[in-house]
């Protein structure tokens, strides 16, 4: 490709984008990361599991292996990047999750699998290894046993969950941890990331619980306060701090409610991953649901296929739940007005308040994606650049998708997409003055996405807010200060 037509074309979409001659909603034709429940059947009975079924058998219904291919045909079809296969519990049905994990890799796609890690065995860790899996979120209920088993109505599970993260580490496996913050174990969040440290779990995960929506008359046992929801977020901090372990939430938070961004600046990424238009689930009988904890349906994709069944959801990703307070705040975009099921769970609408919401004035500290000046010093210098290989691209209508890894997915402008591409095919580096020269902190948000990289740049970039998009911050190109 002709590298002068690319640079005048990054000029020139740059000063429409300045001039805001260019302002369209941008709509996805697809989602990026597909949640696909492979079976209903569990062996626990979690009391916040958000599954009606889950006081009946367990779940019956699974995928079939031809059903399972139809729908890696359409994931491949739409552009997916990444898959995470879960339940009901993945495990219960072993061999059509290797299955899945093999023929998704074999496609090109990433992937991932949820499971309450139980029902793991040695083998059953090597054989999924060698169908490409690498990472696996396992659940922590809570650091006292007896808790653990009431709240998953399953005797002995406590033992079951450490065994089983025992077992997948010592072979091989990634393993990250998933928990909930309720009133009851708030005060063994430290705690319990300290012995998952020391197991060797890479990520402690802790939120809120989003009471079930079949629960709304009911929900105090699920339902905790701002305060609480803080003190959540700071036990994760101070774990980060004592052990260096990766900490963050898998629940979206009002970025108002955290008000420091900088402190808390591990968890503005989040996000909603639904009304972003990243996220779209399907159940283990085709059935589908914009987010995983939402019982209204929007169609089978068995019967009319992955893109009209996204279509549908087009209420959750062209703002129509914002709510209405949010408006005027300049982070309105990254935070997408808190928790929409929450929202949903607390008020019956989906454009409600979410319960922890305060407002755009408690916003006291903004959140800066580039935190040290020397990589753009060292980018303005000359740094040599590359494309890694493992970075995909999606054309979209005005726009391109870049896939990082696995789910994390940024927008960027087709004109640098097609500058990047070329890059990457020919393997060759750049520096600044091909992308551009007053183009530095773009490269530096790439940089600190870890989208593109450099040899030539010393300093350790800390990707705090690890899925925040740039082009959603208040600023496109946020500076340092």
Known sequence: ??????????????????????????????????????TEACNIKCRHCYNPWREESAGSNSLTKEKMDYLIDEFVASGVFHVILSGGEPFAKFNLLEYGIKRLVDEGLSVSCNSNITMVTAEKIKRLQDAGLDHILASWYALDPEETDYITATEGSHQQ???????????????????????????????????????????????????????????????????????????LLRLKEDTGMAVGTLISYPLC??????????????????????????????????????????????????????????????????????????????????????????????DGKDPLFMGKEFIVKPFKHIQDPKVIESIKNGARISVPDRIRFRKEDGFHLLNIRW???IEIEDDVAEFLKSYQKSGETFTLKEFGEDRA?????????????????????????????????????????
């Open 161 to 235: 969950v450490l065994e089983g993260i025992k077992i997948a580490i010592e072979n091989g496996m990634r393993v990250s941890v998933n928990t909930i913050c309720t009133n009851n174990n708030k005060d063994t969040i430290y705690k319990s990331g300290k012995l998952l440290h020391e197991l060797g779990v890479q990520q402690f995960i802790a939120h809120r619980v989003v009471p079930p929506a079949y629960d709304r008359d009911d929900d105090q046992e699920h339902r905790i306060n701002k305060e609480v929801s803080l003190f959540g977020l700071d036990e």
């Open 441 to 481: 902190i773009e490269l530096a948000n790439l940089i600190y996405k870890d989208a593109l990289v450099s040899e030539d740049i010393p300093v350790v970039v800390k990707k705090r807010g690890v899925s925040v998009d740039p082009a959603k911050l208040p600023k496109y190109f946020p500076t340092v200060t």
């Open 257 to 350: 409610l955290l008000g420091d961004l900088e402190k808390y600046a591990d968890f503005v990424g989040r996000g909603c991953p639904t009304q972003s238009s990243h996220r779209f689930n399907i159940n283990s009988s085709g059935q589908t649901h914009g987010c995983v904890m939402e019982d209204k349906e929007y169609g089978n994709v068995f019967d009319i296929g992955l893109k009209k069944a996204f279509a549908a959801t087009l209420p959750w990703r062209d703002k129509s739940y914002y709510y209405e307070g949010c408006k005027g705040c300049d982070y309105i975009d990254v935070c997408q007005t808190g928790c929409r099921m929450d929202a949903f769970a607390a008020t019956g609408k989906m």
């Open 407 to 409: 789910a994390n997915t």
């Open 1 to 38: 490709m002709d590298k002068t037509f690319l640079l005048e074309r990054l000029g020139f979409n740059r000063m429409l984008a300045e001039n805001q001659l260019i302002k369209k909603e941008r709509i996805y034709s697809a989602p990026t990361c597909i949640n696909l429940e492979i």
